[in-house]
Each structure stands twice: as structure tokens, then as C-alpha cells.
């Protein structure tokens, strides 16, 4: 069992930064393919950014570039850098393990990860 707290949500005008934290509590945290979601209201929850347990990467095409993964095996810790923000990364932000490595065809769809975050909020407006 895993527990996913997330923090560091907000809001922020267009072009700023924000960086999200997930913090991990349970077995095994290294194990785990982790994973960075986000829902906008009326829209399906989307991957914006995926690492296996050997650290492999990948981007939603629409963050490539603006955003960086990253995960800490020592603290139990998963990081999202956000930068130039833009008003569509409005949404809620959910921090995702999955107990099976995952693969590029496979990161970004919801149903591969079997524990979930409660979400924390990314506001980007002027």
C-alpha cells in the first residue's frame, strides 16, 4: 500500500513557474513507475509526465519542453518543475504509482496505476 500527498499547487499569471511535490509513504517506493496527471473541469484526466523505476522520462507533447519529472528514491519524494506557464495547464494535479513498470504506449493512461494522490490545484491566469 502507498500513500500519494501532493502539495505546491496555486496560482500563478501566465508565464510563471510552479514546482509540485508528492510526497510517498509505504513499501518499496523505488519500485514503482510514477506518474504526474491533471483533470480540467469538463475535460478527461491526461498524462503530463511519467518516470519508470529506472528513471526513464515522458512528456505530454503539450508540456515537452516546459516541464521536468523528477523523483527522489531516498525521500519518497516526486517532483513536477513547471515553467512558462500557460492558462491551459489550469487543472487539477495528480501524483500516480503504478506497481508495474510502464512503457512510452503505456505512461499516460489512467487505468496502469493502481494508487492515487488527492489532487492539488494549478491556477494560470492574468
Known amino acids: 500500500q502507498l500513500q500519494l500527498v501532493e502539495s505546491g499547487g496555486g496560482s500563478v499569471q501566465p508565464g510563471g513557474s510552479l514546482t509540485l511535490s508528492c510526497a510517498v509513504s509505504?513499501?518499496?517506493?523505488?519500485?514503482?513507475?510514477m506518474a504526474w496527471f491533471r483533470q480540467a473541469p469538463g475535460k478527461e484526466r491526461e498524462g503530463v509526465a511519467g518516470m519508470d523505476m529506472v528513471s526513464r522520462v515522458w512528456y505530454a507533447n503539450s508540456v515537452q519542453a516546459r516541464f521536468t519529472i523528477s523523483r527522489d528514491n531516498a525521500k519518497n519524494t516526486l517532483d513536477l518543475e513547471m515553467d512558462s506557464l500557460k492558462p491551459e495547464d489550469t487543472a487539477m494535479y495528480y501524483c500516480?504509482?503504478?506497481?508495474?513498470?510502464?512503457?512510452?504506449?503505456?505512461?499516460?493512461?489512467?487505468?496502469?496505476?493502481?494508487?492515487w494522490g488527492q489532487g492539488t490545484q494549478v491556477t494560470v491566469s492574468s
Open positions: 509505504g513499501y518499496s517506493y523505488s519500485s514503482y513507475s
Open positions: 500516480a504509482a503504478a506497481l508495474a513498470r510502464t512503457y512510452s504506449y503505456t505512461w499516460a493512461i489512467a487505468s496502469e496505476y493502481h494508487y
